[in-house]
Nanobody, 120 residues
């Protein structure tokens, strides 16, 4: 059972930066895909960025050039560095993972979420 615990959300003005963290534990396999999803009120959940055990990364077009996903394998921690934040980035951000498969992959484990609010 993979467990994911997010932290680092908060409120920031447009143009500012935040870094989200996700502590992961319980992987059963050496291969995995992990990433960030977000959901704003009244909108569908969307993928933001993913990274896998081989270092493959992918990003949504809306965040390319502004967000960077990375992982600290020694500490089993996933990060999302978010720069040049926009009001439309406001959402609940979820860490999500798929054990046993590389990216792209549909997650089957989810964290509880952390709120990001960007004011104009």
């Amino acid at each position: 059972q993979v467990q994911l615990v997010e932290s680092g959300g908060g409120s920031v003005q447009a143009g500012g930066s935040l870094r989200l963290s996700c502590a992961a534990s319980g992987y059963k396999y050496t291969r995995y895909c992990i990433g960030w999803f977000r959901q704003a009120p009244g909108k569908e959940r969307e993928g933001v960025a993913q990274i896998d055990s081989g270092g493959f990364t992918s990003y949504a077009d809306s965040v390319k050039g502004r967000f960077t996903i990375s992982q600290d394998n020694a500490n089993n921690t996933l990060y999302l560095q978010m720069n040049s934040l926009k009001p439309e980035d406001t959402a609940m951000y979820y860490c999500a993972a798929r054990d046993g498969r590389v990216c792209p992959s549909t997650p089957n484990y989810w964290g509880q979420g952390t709120q990001v609010t960007v004011s104009s």
